[in-house]
């Protein structure tokens, strides 16, 4: 397995504004895109977590800091890494690059919730499978 997922992504002509950059709202889209391959690339879908588990994972908090503007046709880096993990709730965090250079970087908090809209524990075999993602941060593991 993995902690970190790397996608690329070509800046598409309906990403952008008027005035050729990548819409600020757009890069809520390309975290989600990070999210679904980290857990994609490590044999967890949202589907399975949802047809399965009956789960879905809506977003409680989101953060983003920009950078520098990202524009059409431009290929970008989505990585992403799960940074935070509680029973209730998980963080994904991002950072976008065009060609080394950090553009934009940011955070989701989800929380698992069932189909009747209440919050509950991730089920034993999620939070397994979420645990083998996380990575400690340096300062934790001393």
Request: glycine share 6%; with cysteine; aromatic share 12%.
């Amino acid at each position: 397995m993995s902690s970190v997922a790397r996608v690329d992504y070509r800046v598409i002509y309906g990403d952008t504004d008027c005035g050729g950059v990548v819409y600020y709202g757009q890069y809520l889209r390309l975290f989600e895109i990070g999210r679904t391959e980290l857990l994609r690339q490590n044999g967890l879908t949202y589907r399975e977590i949802e047809e399965k588990e009956g789960l879905i994972l809506p977003v409680a908090e989101a953060h983003i800091r920009y950078r520098r503007p990202a524009r059409y046709d431009d290929l970008l880096l989505i990585e992403t890494r799960v940074t935070e993990l509680h029973p209730y709730k998980i963080t994904f965090n991002y950072r976008i690059y065009r060609e080394k250079e950090l553009i934009a970087e940011g955070y989701t908090v989800h929380a698992p919730v069932n189909r009747q809209g209440r919050l509950v524990k991730f089920p034993e075999a999620i939070w397994e499978h979420l645990k083998s993602l996380y990575v400690k941060p340096a300062s934790e593991n001393q």
